[in-house]
């Protein structure tokens, strides 16, 4: 075998040792492996033949053939079963990292879907009241531009009954100006919101799984769901929104769109079970336009809540907080989105609650329970809010803890040690090191 045989054999092997696992890298697989087999045929009759003795294929095989041969013979060997791998890997599918991030790509490419969604949560907050869950179903609609329409209805899940047909509140998040209006259809009433993108987390919204980076943390195997053939992982809903409470996802992926047909979510909201289904799903399918206008039908009520003076809305955050870290150890709440899910934590861990029908509001402190609520609406409404919690406590008198964004361009701060101040964006930038 010449030199340049030799060189070419190992140079299909190096070009084999790069690529990735897939269809077309497969049929590259196999092409090299034709040429290296066909060189190794030519080797193994081109030796001269030996006299008779006593005959033993892998001995003959082998010593019949030069130094040089033989690297030539198992390095074609070598490529053949590299082969054969890829086609085997090629025939049960990619590697989960491979799938769930061409699931990710595939959401973040697509220009629409429809789905079902199913929210069931305990219908008290009492503990150890073993009340029937509440459930919040309801049809979502989404276009790329970034809208959304999400038509539900809250009811008490009763086993073996379909969900309320109609919808109660119709929800309309438009992408011209990141407005949305809730609109009630039982009351005849609406109200305007806006959206801080940060804090848009909504885990029935299958387009936020374009987020996800990393790999499955567990394969589910293969199932038929709606008379597709889907594939299953499991993984930490972290992996999509790092500031979500903890809980597992459950995604499963149709083998030939690569984009999701059903996800499930477990998680522990405040301490109690909520799980999330997102089922029946339709992607890119054409959708009218006038689904995502937010404007309220003629003769609704507005009711959209009026904003409390500067200083009243500092003084209740501030309270809320300072309750909070007397309670909690001389810390504030870790997560990014402040509000319910850190207000039911703490009042579990207070025990504060009766197992009177008096509902377990009533029993929480009113300064606990408007500054967090208030905290929430900033942060989660403001276009320019922010919350250092996870790394900001009671003694980091200089530390940012929450800031937003005011109407004339300036911020708002409240620090560690809960003191306010107005300021401006070049001084903001220095505080937070920026």
């Not at 070598?78 to 061409?102: C, H, N, R, Y």
């Not at 629409?112 to 929210?119: A, L, M, Q, R």
């Not at 579990?348 to 609650?353: E, F, S, T, V």
Request: aromatic letters at 8%; glycine letters at 8%; one cysteine or more.
């Amino acid at each position: 075998m010449k030199n340049s045989e030799y060189r070419d054999v190992l140079r299909r092997l190096r070009l084999l040792s790069h690529i990735e696992p897939n269809e077309a890298p497969a049929k590259l697989a196999v092409d090299h492996a034709r040429v290296a087999l066909a060189k190794l045929s030519i080797a193994a009759v081109s030796q001269p033949r030996k006299p008779a003795g006593n005959w033993n294929r892998l001995s003959h095989f082998a010593g019949g053939l030069t130094i040089r041969q033989r690297i030539a013979a198992f390095g074609g060997l070598g490529v053949a079963l590299v082969a054969v791998l890829f086609l085997a890997w090629d025939g049960i599918g990619t590697k989960p990292l491979s799938a769930m991030e061409q699931m990710a790509d595939n959401v973040r490419k697509a220009r629409s879907y429809k789905c079902f969604s199913t929210i069931t949560c305990p219908s008290s907050l009492e503990p150890g009241n073993p009340a029937r869950n509440q459930e919040v179903t309801g049809t979502e609609y989404w276009l790329a531009s970034g809208s959304t329409r999400f038509e539900f209805e809250r009811s008490v899940a009763r086993p073996g009954k379909k969900p309320p047909a109609s919808a109660g509140h119709i929800s309309i998040c438009s992408a011209r100006d990141k407005s949305w209006v809730c609109i009630d259809t039982r009351t005849k009433s609406f109200s305007r919101h806006t959206t801080n993108p940060k804090n848009d987390s909504h885990l029935e919204r299958l387009d936020l799984l374009g987020n996800f980076s990393g790999q499955a943390d567990r394969e589910l195997g293969m199932k038929e769901i709606g008379g597709k053939r889907a594939r299953g992982f499991q993984i930490n809903v972290e992996k999509i929104d790092a500031s979500l409470s903890p809980g597992v996802a459950e995604i499963w992926i149709d083998s030939e769109s690569h984009l999701p047909v059903l996800v499930c979510y477990e998680l522990k909201l405040g301490g109690f079970p909520t799980t999330i289904r997102v089922a029946d799903i339709q992607w890119n399918i054409d959708l009218d336009p006038k689904l995502f206008d937010p404007s309220p039908p003629k003769g609704y009520t507005d009711v959209t809540p009026k904003p409390l003076p500067l200083e009243k809305q500092v003084r209740q955050i501030t309270e809320a907080f300072r309750y909070y870290s007397e309670a909690s150890g001389e810390r504030y709440p870790r997560r990014t989105k402040v509000g319910l899910i850190d207000l039911l934590e703490l009042v579990k861990r207070l025990g504060i609650g009766t197992t009177s029908k008096e509902p377990q509001w009533a029993k929480m402190p009113a300064k606990l329970r408007d500054g967090f609520l208030q905290a929430q609406t900033i942060n989660n409404e403001n276009p320019d809010a922010a919350y250092y919690g996870k790394t900001v406590g009671p003694t980091d008198k200089d530390k940012v803890l929450l800031r937003w964004k005011l109407d004339d361009g300036r911020y708002e701060v409240i620090f560690g040690d809960l003191r306010s101040e107005t300021v401006t964006a070049d001084r903001l930038r220095k505080l937070e090191g920026t």
